[in-house]
């Protein structure tokens, strides 16, 4: 029988996403360049075998496809214009190819106009949620051509993880709107990432609590309001043990990031829409100065004379929870955000609700505060604010104070909480309707004459700033 999906890709995602079709009913075909791969991996997929059709050509995989045919490419980020170009002429006008991986939605923009110039459509694709969200139920966020969506569908909200029934796969719109929520999700995922990991430090450096603790401390936290997977793996993560030591495995991980490109791709896309993700640029840079660990090292022994000031608080854990639920939200406040400018400037008409709906489950940034957030924003968010929304104001209310002892406290005992010192100032920036950027508009009429808008009204205004003519002459003197 012929497969309505195919799959080029058998990595560990292609592979588990392969069987999570297969599982659900689908028969699909599968193909890897190296054909060995292909027929392990059907050999090895037991009673879901017969669901899989190996094919050791693109021209078979294709001829083994019911039409419109439907292709998802799971290759590396650089490997996806070849493998579009190797598959192209084996389809007929109307078929389409869906990109799977984390792409850049710039990528996915030019390849969606160029393959539409023959006839096929595009889906850019994010899935989230590493190897078992693949093979259990991931998170899909999809953008292209709605009508070849709708032709598969059923296959992707089958395999999607649900949120009480309710599946966690959708249609963002079109071009690069799929990839697009996916780069930002993962820009939260770092800033949530990173204001943990702040946390981590706070105890472990400051505080000089035993690592296993922290981790319990994680388990506790994860009961409460801050419930989410990442809580949740960050307190096993902490209480595992190094067979080779007896040592907290953590211990032994040399502290340099990886980073494949999502995150600074979030901070990269924001900048140029003029928005400012902070949280999400802190997290970048905590990952990109960790990389620089010699430099670190050198600066250590430079600087080995600096001291905690005085003044500086212990925390209670109780605080540390609060800063963390309020500055998360507020990292959510700014991806939301993000991604309504980014509907704007692209014409997407996202549907923000339904982009925090799908985060609900099977993703990485899956948390109970999710469902809130989508009842927020489908609520309507004043001024696109997350955190002017009643209940998240309350929150952040609550948790302001908590968030300023940890910032203030953190800074005297001389610990880096980037992520958490950038929520903070980003949150006193947007409660202050008078800011201090009117002498930065008064600098720059100074010495570029780029006038300003004066209170009382008009725009269009300069100086006068007669007095100091003279004052830079003298300096050009
Ligand atoms: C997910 C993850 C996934 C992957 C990223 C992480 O949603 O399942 O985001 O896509 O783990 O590549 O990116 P870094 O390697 O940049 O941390």
């Not at 539409?116 to 459509?121: F, P, R, S, T, V």
């Not at 993000?338 to 339904?354: F, G, P, Q, R, V």
Request: net charge negative; aromatic share 6%; proline share 4%.
């Amino acid at each position: 029988s012929q497969a309505r999906i195919g799959l080029i890709g058998l990595g560990v995602m292609g592979a588990n996403l392969s069987l999570n079709i297969a599982d659900n009913g689908f028969p699909v075909a599968v193909y890897n360049r190296t054909s060995s791969v292909t027929d392990e991996f059907v050999a090895s997929s037991g009673d879901l075998a017969d669901k899989l059709s190996p094919a050791h050509t693109l021209e078979a995989l294709v001829a083994s496809l019911t039409t419109p045919r439907a292709v998802i490419i799971m290759v590396a980020a650089g490997a996806v214009d070849a493998v579009i170009d190797e598959l192209k002429p084996h389809l007929d006008k109307g078929d389409m190819i869906i990109d799977a991986g984390n792409a850049n939605f710039h990528d996915t923009r030019r390849r969606e106009a160029a393959l539409k110039n023959d006839g096929l459509n595009f889906i850019g694709m994010g899935v989230s949620g590493g190897e078992e969200g693949a093979r259990f139920g991931p998170s899909i966020m999809a953008g292209g051509d709605i009508a070849s969506f709708e032709v598969i569908r059923d296959i992707l909200e089958a395999i999607s993880a649900k949120h009480n029934g309710q599946p966690c796969a959708d249609h963002f719109g079109p071009d690069g709107a799929g990839h697009f929520v996916k780069t930002v999700h993962n820009g939260i995922e770092y800033a949530d990432m990173q204001m943990i990991a702040e946390v981590y430090g706070l105890l472990r450096d400051g505080d000089k609590r035993p690592t296993a603790e922290i981790g319990k401390l994680f388990e506790a936290w994860d009961q409460g309001p801050l419930n989410s997977y990442l809580i949740e793996i960050s307190g096993k993560v902490l209480q595992a043990v190094d067979e080779k030591t007896g040592n907290p495995l953590v211990d032994m991980i040399v502290d340099k990031a990886g980073q494949k490109g999502t995150g600074r791709w979030t901070a990269i896309e924001a900048l140029s829409l003029g928005q400012s993700p902070s949280t999400i640029e802190a997290a970048v840079a905590g990952r990109s100065w960790s990389s620089e660990k010699e430099t670190r090292e050198a600066g250590e022994a430079i600087f080995a004379d600096i001291q905690p000031q005085a003044g500086a608080e212990t925390l209670s854990d109780a605080d540390l929870e609060k800063a963390l639920l309020a500055a998360k939200i507020i990292a959510y406040d700014q991806g939301i955000k993000l991604l309504a400018a980014a509907s704007e400037e692209y014409k997407w008409d996202l549907d923000l609700a339904s982009c925090a709906e799908v985060w609900r489950a099977g993703c990485i940034i899956r948390s109970a505060l999710l469902d809130d957030m989508a009842s927020a924003v489908r609520e309507g968010l004043p001024h696109t604010q997350l955190i002017f929304a009643p209940r998240f104001a309350q929150i952040i209310r609550e948790g302001s104070s908590a968030l300023r002892r940890v910032v203030a406290s953190a800074a005297l005992r001389g610990l880096p909480t980037p992520a958490f010192s950038n929520a903070l100032a980003y949150f006193d920036t947007m409660r202050m309707g008078r800011g201090t950027t009117d002498l930065i508009q008064g600098q720059r009429d100074f010495f570029g004459a780029h006038s300003f808008e004066r209170t009382d009204g008009g725009k269009g205004h300069h100086g006068p700033w007669a007095s100091d003519v003279a004052h830079s002459a003298a300096l050009t003197d």
